[in-house]
Structures are given as structure tokens and as C-alpha cells.
């Protein structure tokens, strides 16, 4: 990290996970164990915890994201968020692009880009994803797979969004809910390439003033030693979200 020039932030994605009053109950546990955090601390919760989670963190320095949202205002949609929905319950952040949402439900980059926009002409801020599948690891196409996510899922975002208003979650998907981790040199070799990729799209200070995550399998555990890399500014946390004491671990590592 460096956090000198930006941001670190420690994201939850708690996924199809916890009521309403579960949330407020895992919120509680963890407002006192990050108050002191040096670090931005998000939760990302089921759309139905939403308002719960908005009430729980109140007075605190924990802030609620969406899963996902779509690109419309409203329309013929069923089933589906706006952000003007998301807005109206108090979410701050959305997270946009996730390995599931694209492998279960056929998100591409073209809509990534446009959920992106409208996030981001709403007023929310974005946690995107990106990140290569494992065949594509073992094809040597990484850095081609994540530069054309990228590119698509940016295109058209300004130069001030991206700096002020996007994290970029790393997220290999071969490293997500499987328990394996990518070694924190291939995520710090990632991650950096990505920074490389966003200063060609946007110039070098844009690059440097971007949060760039590392998601898949970041655990109390293994936190230190990829949070220690220059260009791993904090984490998209899956499982580890769902238990305060491991979360706040996590969190106390981004804090150092």
C-alpha cells in the first residue's frame, strides 16, 4: 500500500448471506473492533439488508454497498435494482462486475460498463472487478484478460471518477471461494499491471491515485503479507466478511 497517495479500503462482499437482523447483529460485532481502523471500512450486503445495515452503522466509520445494481432508472426490469433504489435506502458504494455475476448470471464487460456509468452519474461510488479465469492463468492471457476488462468496463468514465470514485477489486477467479490465494508477488504483479493499464487510459497520476484491491481468498491469515505490497491497497473479503473477528483482523492489517 501506499497510503500516502491513496486510499485503503477494506471491502466486505457478504454475497446471498444474512436477514436483515443478522446483519445488524454482525455490524454490531464489528463497529467496535474497526472504530480506530486507518483505513476506509465497507460493507457490501444483500439488497434486503440494506436498511438495516444504513441504520446499524450509523455513528460509525463503516459504510454500506450494494452487490450489484442495474443500468436503468427504472423500467420493465423484473427483479432488478436502479440507483436511484440504491440512493433512496442509503447504500454508498456498489460493487460491480463480480466473478458470479458474470459466470451465473451473463454479465459482460458492455453491461459492467454501463451499470458502471449510471453508478457513477448517480452519485455512487464503484468497486469493480476484474480478474481471469484459471484457464486463462495457465494460457498466459492474464494481463491480456484484465487490460480488455479494463478498458471496456471504463470506457467513458472520466478521469476525476475513476481517481475519486472507483476501486479496482483484482479478484482472480480461480481464487474465489476455492480457499486458494494467489501468492501476494502474482497479486502484487497483477495489480500493478492493472495500475499500468489505468495511466495508459488516464496518465501516471490517475494510476497512482486509484485504489486497487486484491479479492480471492484474502483472510486474517495471509492479510499482512498482501496488504505489505505497494500496489495492493486494500481487499475485496468474501468469507471472511461474515465473521467480525476475522474481518476486523483484516482490517487491522490495512490499518498499519
Not at 444504513?54 to 435494482?81: D, M, P, R, Y
Not at 481517481?163 to 500493478?192: F, H, L, M, R
Not at 486497487?212 to 498482501?226: P, R, V, W
Request: with cysteine; hydrophobic share 45%.
Amino acid at each position: 500500500m501506499k497510503k500516502n497517495v491513496r486510499k485503503a479500503v477494506i471491502a466486505g462482499n457478504w454475497k446471498m448471506n444474512k436477514t436483515p437482523a443478522e446483519a445488524i447483529e454482525l455490524i454490531d460485532a464489528i463497529k467496535p473492533l474497526v472504530k480506530d481502523a486507518d483505513c476506509d471500512v465497507v460493507v457490501g450486503v444483500p439488497y434486503v439488508c440494506i436498511p438495516a445495515a444504513v441504520e446499524a452503522v450509523k455513528g460509525s466509520n463503516i459504510k454500506v454497498s450494494a452487490e450489484n445494481v442495474h443500468w436503468a432508472e427504472s423500467g420493465a426490469f423484473t427483479g432488478e435494482i436502479s440507483v436511484p433504489m440504491l440512493k433512496a435506502v442509503g447504500a454508498e458504494y456498489v460493487i460491480i462486475g463480480h466473478s458470479e455475476r458474470r459466470q451465473y448470471f451473463g454479465e459482460t464487460d458492455e453491461t459492467v460498463n454501463l451499470r458502471t456509468k449510471a453508478a457513477l452519474a448517480g452519485g455512487l461510488k464503484v468497486i469493480l472487478c476484474v480478474g481471469e479465469l484459471l484457464a486463462e492463468r495457465e494460457q498466459g492471457i492474464t494481463f491480456e484478460t484484465v487490460s480488455k476488462q479494463i478498458k471496456i468496463d471504463l470506457a467513458g468514465v472520466s478521469a476525476e471518477d475513476v481517481k475519486n470514485n472507483v476501486i479496482v477489486a483484482y479478484e482472480p477467479v480461480w481464487a474465489i471461494g476455492t480457499g486458494k490465494t494467489a501468492t501476494s508477488d502474482q497479486a502484487e504483479e497483477v495489480n500493478a499491471y492493472i495500475r499500468t493499464v489505468i495511466a495508459g487510459l488516464y496518465g501516471e497520476e490517475v494510476a497512482e491515485g486509484t485504489t486497487i484491491q486484491y479479492g480471492g481468498s484474502m483472510n486474517a491469515a495471509n492479510a499482512d503479507e498482501l496488504l505489505s505490497k505497494v500496489n495492493v491497497d486494500g481487499g475485496l473479503i468474501g468469507g471472511a466478511s461474515l465473521k467480525a473477528n476475522d474481518f476486523a483482523a483484516i482490517v487491522a492489517a490495512a490499518s498499519k
